[in-house]
């Protein structure tokens, strides 16, 4: 915070995706009891934390909400640049959390491709606060309705591919 208060944008930027980090980390492993109310305290943390950090950086993104099965999906649309591109679409799994898939959104900007990503039932803030869970097969909906989003609601282009090439830098 005192770095973002001294107009430090770089290193107020590192510090709250590093304090988001750590609280994911801590929240992660109290999940033997789901019940747990620190689950929560520590879940809205890492997310107030991962939303000052992502504003601070200054990377171009929107939040989007995906409409899913009677309810939407919590997603953040990072644009790339230009109007058109490639866009990856990253989700979460297991008991994953939008911030975690950070990481991927920077290196798909990187390389000139827009980046969705999202949490799906039984993940993240949709499990946590909208007490949506995980109840069968068909998870791929949710993707479908992603690539539909990311082409339309986004405005942006992107062509379904069965492979993606993979270049190391």
């Known amino acids: ?10 290193s107020a930027a590192d510090a709250y995706l590093r304090a988001a980090n750590y609280y994911r980390a801590a929240e992660f492993y109290l999940h033997g009891n789901p ?14 934390c991962f939303k000052e950090g992502l504003r601070e950086s200054g990377m171009n993104h929107e939040y989007v909400e995906i409409p899913y ?13 230009g109007e058109r591109g490639p866009v990856l679409i990253a989700q979460t799994g297991f008991d994953g959390t939008i911030d975690g898939l950070f990481p991927w959104a920077q290196a798909a900007v990187r390389r000139g491709w827009h980046c969705l990503t999202f949490e799906g039932p039984g993940q993240g803030q949709v ?41 190391d830098e």
């Open 69 to 81: 099965e009677g309810t939407t999906l919590p997603g953040i649309f990072y644009r790339a640049g």
């Open 35 to 48: 019940t747990d109310p620190r689950i929560i305290d520590l879940s809205g943390r890492s997310a107030h």
């Open 1 to 10: 915070k005192k770095s973002a208060e001294r107009g430090h944008k770089a």
């Open 127 to 167: 499990i946590r606060k909208r007490h949506r869970e995980w109840r069968r097969h068909g998870f791929q909906r949710a993707a479908n309705s992603q690539g539909h989003d990311a082409r339309g609601v986004c405005g942006v282009y992107s062509q379904p591919s069965g492979a993606v090439e993979h270049d």
